[in-house]
Each structure stands twice: as C-alpha cells, then as structure tokens.
C-alpha cells in the first residue's frame, strides 16, 4: 500500500485471533497495520484460553516480566505478518507501549523502548511514547537510532507540533549517520474532545461531535504543510461509545490522503460496511479557526481542556496497566 493514501490499522491484538482474521483482514487488503495498549493485552489475557500455556511456564516471575513475555510473542508474531506489508512499503508496522508510568523519565523511557524492541527482534515494529516532555527527548532518542515512533495521547496542536520536531530531528540524525529506515506516527485523539465537551455544548446551542474531528484536521493540516513522508498523522480514540453517531463516524469524517486511522474491529466493519471512502479531510484552515473562534467566544477555553485531556489519558493509561499487573499476579 502506498504510504500517500488513506489507510486502517487494527487496534486490537489477540493470540489466538492472530492466524485468522487478523491475517484475513490483512490478505483482503482491509488494513495494513496494527496498535496495541495494556488494556487491549489485559482483555486478551483475560478473555482467550491462548495465553494458559506460556502463563503456566512463568511461575516465579513478576507481573510485569509476565506482561512483557506475553505481549512481546504476540507482537513479534503480529509484526511476522505484516512484514510483507512493511518490506513493501511504509506500512506493516505493529506498536507496543513503554511502561506509561514511565512518562516523565526520558532516560528510563528510551531503556525500556529500546530493550523491547531488541527482545522482539522485527524492524516492523514502533514504540508508543506518550507525548510529554519526557517523550519528546525520548522520540528523537529512538528515532535517531533507527526506532520507528508512535507518539501517543496527542490532543492539542502544540504536543503535535514537539512531536514532529523531535521526530524530524531523529529522522536527519538517523540519516547523517549513515542512512536508516525509521518512520513515525502522531497518534491524535478524537472521540474523547466530544465525550468530555458535547453536553456542554449543546446546553449553549452548539451542535455536538465535531470538535475531535476540528482538533484533529487542524493538526493534520500542520503535519501535512511539512511534507515529510516518512511522518504521517494517526487518528486514535475513534470509537463511538454511545450517543447517535454512527459506528464509523470518526472513520468516515476523518479520512484523508497520507494518514492512518486505528479502530477496533468492529468499528472498521461498520466503515467498510459503509461504504465511505471518499476524502474527507482537508478541511479548510479559516473553517476549523472560526469554529475554535466560536468555542471560545462561548466560554470553552481549549488549552485548559488540552490539558485536562492529557492528564485524564495519562492516569488512565496508568490505572490500565496496574490493572493489568494486578490480574498475572
């Protein structure tokens, strides 16, 4: 697939489901990549019989040696995969998060990056790095040493904004070093803007659903007046949960040249279902201005619901992986 159109990464990952629709949904052509998080690991292991064995085969490890065993086997077997996908072009990757209790340490970020990648052993593979302080030094780190990057809980356009410079500097150092293969997404959310400010705004006359849709072109407008290939936007969180939208809603409005989208699976049913293939994005700058323009006249102030977005993701990503810790106990 060519790296310039729109394309669908899987967000989900499962042993047992890895031999057979996953690799079904890639021989159809439907996606051309994958994402991972605890909280998908944590529903694998909890709801598939596939993981018995091997867990019987770690008595005496801690939780996280056994969360790391588990989700490095499925990983490389899912980066096996798609490798074909990958030697062909700029997709077939397979990510993996850091620790996100991690977020704030650079230094023990790049070391546990760079030990998963080394223990999975596939060059398709990126590593989730949060998009905070810590994460931007940690993103030029790994990409300048040939580590793909998915930087992740990306809500407003200034974490996007550091995490295309860090990862631009990573890419020129990679290359002045001898020439690489690294390449980096920019994983923005979506749905969670309309979950946390729809009420609110309807209370005021404000239609609903399109502020993640608004945030996330703007952001995709920055990435794409750069033009560097091997840098494209990932739009995350783009389940509908609840409310009349239809199932492919941030699918279907958000597709656009050079991009990726990252949905669960029965979200990219319900879009291939659809029909909607048609670009939707870009949407004009003036457009997406007046709109945040209008917000702000009506009270909502963006960069403090920035803020509290990334805070709420990070904490959430926190409690998801102690959950999963807590469950290989």
């Not at 159809?28 to 605890?38: C, D, E, F, H, L």
């Amino acid at each position: 697939m060519d790296s310039r159109s729109f394309t669908l990464w899987l967000d989900f990952i499962e042993r047992g489901f890895l031999q057979s629709g996953f690799k079904t949904l890639i021989d159809r052509g439907y996606i051309s990549g994958a994402t991972s998080n605890p909280t998908i690991f944590a529903n694998a292991i909890r709801e598939s019989d596939a993981y018995l064995e091997q867990l019987r085969d770690m008595d005496g490890l801690t939780p996280k040696e056994k969360y790391e065993g588990l989700a490095i086997r499925d990983i490389r077997e899912a980066a096996k995969i798609l490798r074909p996908l990958y030697d062909m072009g700029s997709n077939g990757y397979i990510s993996i998060e850091v620790d996100p209790r991690l977020s704030n340490d650079r230094e023990a970020t790049v070391a546990e990056a760079k030990r998963l990648f080394n223990a999975i052993g596939e060059p398709n593979v990126m590593i989730k790095i949060p998009a905070t302080e810590a994460g931007y030094g940690a993103m030029y780190e790994l990409m300048s040493c040939a580590i793909s990057v998915n930087a992740t809980l990306v809500f407003s356009p200034e974490q996007a904004k550091n995490s295309f410079t860090a990862m631009t500097r990573g890419i020129s150092k990679c290359e002045a070093d001898g020439g690489c293969r690294v390449e980096g997404v920019i994983s923005v959310f979506v749905s969670r803007f309309d979950r946390k400010l729809d009420e609110r705004l309807r209370e005021i006359g404000i239609d609903g659903g399109r502020t993640g849709i608004y945030n996330a072109s703007k952001i995709y407008n920055m990435v794409e007046s750069n033009s560097i290939p091997n840098i494209r936007t990932l739009f995350a969180s783009t389940s509908v949960k609840g409310g009349s939208l239809p199932k492919d809603y941030y699918i279907s409005e958000l597709v656009a040249p050079h991009s990726i989208n990252t949905a669960p699976l029965n979200t990219i049913e319900a879009y291939l279902e659809s029909g909607n293939s048609d670009y939707a994005l870009p949407i004009d700058g003036e457009e997406i201005d007046e709109y945040f323009e209008l917000l702000n006249r009506s009270g909502i102030d963006m960069e403090q619901i920035y803020r509290e977005l990334l805070d709420e993701g990070l904490e959430a990503f926190r409690v998801s992986f102690l959950e999963l810790l807590d469950s290989l106990e």
